[in-house]
């Protein structure tokens, strides 16, 4: 069967993965989906003698159909070189019978890299494919690592430009810092004042308005999504679990068959829904295991049928996944109603209407190889804590999530392996306080030294690079004027 792309909210729509890539979201709103996962076409065993480069394509060849080979190695090669501080791209380390996958070692040392340092390559790749000589606007909503790692990733590439909102106080000062020092020609970043799901809806709704789309493309202009709607997202971190089981079986620590679980910290849904579809591509992937912070709209889901996102929300130590509305979660949706799009667009018409919906019984038994736990701030400090003592390993406040969860829930009989997405530096505050209450009142630069020492690593050279850098962009808005910022930055 001829692998293509449909919407979840519209069967019948039936795009290549190139003209999926390059629109973002659906026409409908939707969000593009393939009509079915594809299995591996190579065994894990062979994908042992791999390396990333390689694994990436075995997976990514299946899912971008209509990309040439020669178009993907060499988007695969651009993305992964020597922008990450590691060969391996994306290492395995072992702690205490526990495996981290380490997802930080791009450019902004969050796991958005592993996708954001390949989608500037795919989209322009697939524009040239249809002929599509809009410029592109890449319009995103950040809860802090996508807007530095999609700027990072399309500063000064042809025929784009980025536009990003994020959450004046809702990120890390690194977090900040990274993005208000941004240099390029074709970059602009805007504080709200709002929290992410108003930056997201915005920007949503921004997508959905067909008068703004005429007069764009009146101006030769067309926008796409670099947020993990974006398929182009999702497929490449598809590759990193691949990877990760492949590395167990070289080392021995799996034999051939034998099930582990994955454990992801969750906000958007994106990170955990490319393991599934590892699972689904045939990985020996048992449970999936959804970690949540205090905003735990997702566990509450998992665990009673009913997302409701009517209720506080929290400010935390782990603000990547301070989200309410997870976007992602649609496609999961859409697969556990068998795929019957009508049954996908109501609920998702229900939740924005009344912000929750409820799913049928029938749709819920098929959850269940997901399993979602949650950590408390404080629980997450005390991770930390935990790990560092016992090890002396640190791990930032996501990847701390994920852990206290697997710690809770994760049965010692079988292997487990943590999605570990950003690096403690960049979440130096809340680590080191973490591990120690003297820090508190510590200046946050100083701490960057202090890390180095206590963990015995280097500083990564995105942290260098924003000590002394200069702060370019200072423009806000508010949540109703996003449209407005826009149209102003585009000289509509
Ligand atoms: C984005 C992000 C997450 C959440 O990933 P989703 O794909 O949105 O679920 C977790 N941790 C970090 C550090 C992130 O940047």
Same mark, same amino acid.
């Given at each position: 069967?001829?692998?293509?792309?449909?919407?979840?909210?519209?069967?019948?729509?039936?795009?290549?993965?190139?003209?999926?890539?390059?629109?973002?979201?659906?026409?409908?709103?939707?969000?593009?989906?393939?009509?079915?996962?594809?299995?591996?076409?190579?065994?894990?065993?062979?994908?042992?003698?791999?390396?990333?480069?390689?694994?990436?394509?075995?997976?990514?060849?299946?899912?971008?159909?209509?990309?040439?080979?020669?178009?993907?190695?060499?988007?695969?090669?651009?993305?992964?070189?020597?922008?990450?501080?590691?060969?391996?791209?994306?290492?395995?380390?072992?702690?205490?019978?526990?495996?981290?996958?380490?997802?930080?070692?791009?450019?902004?040392?969050?796991?958005?890299?592993?996708?954001?340092?390949?989608?500037?390559?795919?989209?322009?790749?697939?524009?040239?494919?249809?002929?599509?000589?809009?410029?592109?606007?890449?319009?995103?909503?950040?809860?802090?690592?996508?807007?530095?790692?999609?700027?990072?990733?399309?500063?000064?590439?042809?025929?784009?430009?980025?536009?990003?909102?994020?959450?004046?106080?809702?990120?890390?000062?690194?977090?900040?810092?990274?993005?208000?020092?941004?240099? #390029?020609?074709?970059? @602009? *970043? %805007?504080?709200?004042? &709002? =929290? +992410?799901? !108003?930056?997201?809806?915005?920007?949503? /709704?921004?997508?959905?308005?067909?008068?703004?789309?005429?007069?764009?493309?009146?101006?030769?202009?067309?926008?796409?999504?670099?947020?993990?709607?974006?398929?182009?997202?999702?497929?490449?971190?598809?590759?990193?679990?691949?990877?990760?089981?492949?590395?167990?079986?070289?080392?021995?620590?799996?034999?051939? #068959?034998?099930?582990? @679980? *994955? %454990?992801?910290?969750? &906000? =958007? +849904?994106? !990170?955990?829904?490319?393991?599934?579809? /590892?699972?689904?591509?045939?990985?020996?992937?048992?449970?999936?295991?959804?970690?949540?912070?205090?905003?735990?709209?997702?566990?509450?889901?998992?665990?009673?049928?009913?997302?409701?996102?009517?209720?506080?929300?929290?400010?935390?130590?782990?603000?990547?996944?301070?989200?309410?509305?997870?976007?992602?979660?649609?496609?999961?949706?859409?697969?556990?109603?068998?795929?019957?799009?009508?049954?996908?667009?109501?609920?998702?018409?229900?939740?924005?209407?009344?912000?929750?919906?409820?799913?049928?019984?029938?749709?819920?038994?098929?959850?269940?190889?997901?399993?979602?736990?949650?950590?408390?701030?404080?629980?997450?400090?005390?991770?930390?804590?935990?790990?560092?003592?016992?090890?002396?390993?640190?791990?930032?406040?996501?990847?701390?999530?994920?852990?206290?969860?697997?710690?809770?829930?994760?049965?010692?009989?079988?292997?487990?392996?943590?999605?570990?997405?950003?690096?403690?530096?960049?979440?130096?505050?809340?680590?080191?306080?973490?591990?120690?209450?003297?820090?508190?009142?510590?200046?946050?630069?100083?701490?960057?030294?202090?890390?180095?020492?206590?963990?015995?690593?280097?500083?990564?050279?995105?942290?260098?690079?924003?000590?002394?850098?200069?702060?370019?962009?200072?423009?806000?808005?508010?949540?109703?004027?996003?449209?407005?910022?826009?149209?102003?930055?585009?000289?509509?």
């Amino acid at each position: 069967m001829d692998l293509h792309y449909k919407s979840t909210r519209d069967s019948n729509v039936n795009v290549t993965a190139s003209q999926a890539i390059l629109a973002g979201l659906a026409p409908d709103g939707g969000l593009f989906v393939p009509n079915y996962i594809p299995s591996l076409d190579v065994s894990l065993d062979e994908l042992k003698s791999m390396d990333y480069q390689q694994t990436a394509y075995a997976v990514m060849k299946q899912f971008l159909t209509d990309f040439t080979e020669e178009e993907l190695k060499d988007c695969i090669e651009k993305a992964y070189d020597d922008k990450f501080d590691t060969e391996s791209i994306a290492p395995l380390v072992k702690i205490d019978n526990t495996y981290y996958l380490e997802l930080f070692h791009g450019a902004t040392i969050a796991f958005k890299d592993m996708a954001l340092s390949i989608l500037p390559h795919l989209l322009t790749t697939a524009a040239k494919k249809n002929q599509a000589d809009n410029e592109i606007v890449i319009l995103t909503a950040t809860s802090g690592d996508t807007g530095k790692a999609a700027m990072a990733g399309f500063a000064d590439v042809e025929g784009t430009r980025i536009i990003v909102f994020y959450p004046k106080d809702g990120v890390s000062k690194v977090q900040k810092l990274q993005m208000t020092t941004q240099k #390029g020609n074709n970059v @602009d *970043v %805007v504080a709200i004042h &709002g =929290n +992410f799901d !108003n930056a997201q809806s915005g920007v949503k /709704a921004m997508f959905e308005d067909r008068e703004l789309a005429k007069e764009l493309n009146g101006k030769g202009i067309q926008f796409s999504s670099a947020n993990s709607i974006n398929i182009g997202r999702l497929i490449p971190q598809v590759a990193y679990y691949v990877y990760a089981c492949a590395k167990l079986l070289e080392n021995g620590e799996i034999k051939e #068959g034998e099930k582990i @679980d *994955v %454990v992801v910290p969750t &906000g =958007n +849904f994106g !990170n955990i829904l490319a393991a599934y579809y /590892a699972k689904k591509m045939g990985l020996p992937i048992d449970k999936l295991v959804c970690a949540s912070n205090e905003n735990k709209v997702l566990f509450d889901f998992l665990k009673t049928g009913t997302y409701d996102k009517n209720r506080e929300f929290v400010l935390t130590s782990s603000p990547s996944m301070d989200i309410l509305i997870s976007s992602n979660l649609e496609r999961l949706i859409y697969l556990i109603t068998g795929e019957d799009s009508e049954k996908t667009k109501a609920l998702m018409e229900a939740l924005k209407q009344n912000g929750r919906y409820e799913i049928s019984d029938d749709m819920y038994e098929k959850l269940s190889d997901i399993t979602g736990g949650y950590a408390t701030e404080e629980q997450t400090a005390d991770e930390i804590k935990r790990v560092y003592e016992k090890t002396g390993y640190v791990i930032d406040t996501h990847t701390a999530v994920a852990s206290y969860v697997c710690n809770k829930t994760c049965s010692d009989d079988k292997k487990c392996i943590i999605a570990s997405t950003a690096s403690p530096y960049k979440f130096v505050k809340s680590v080191m306080t973490a591990i120690d209450k003297k820090y508190t009142d510590a200046d946050e630069f100083a701490l960057l030294e202090t890390l180095c020492e206590i963990s015995k690593t280097q500083m990564p050279q995105a942290i260098k690079d924003i000590l002394d850098a200069e702060i370019i962009h200072t423009a806000e808005c508010d949540v109703d004027k996003m449209k407005e910022t826009v149209k102003n930055i585009l000289s509509l």
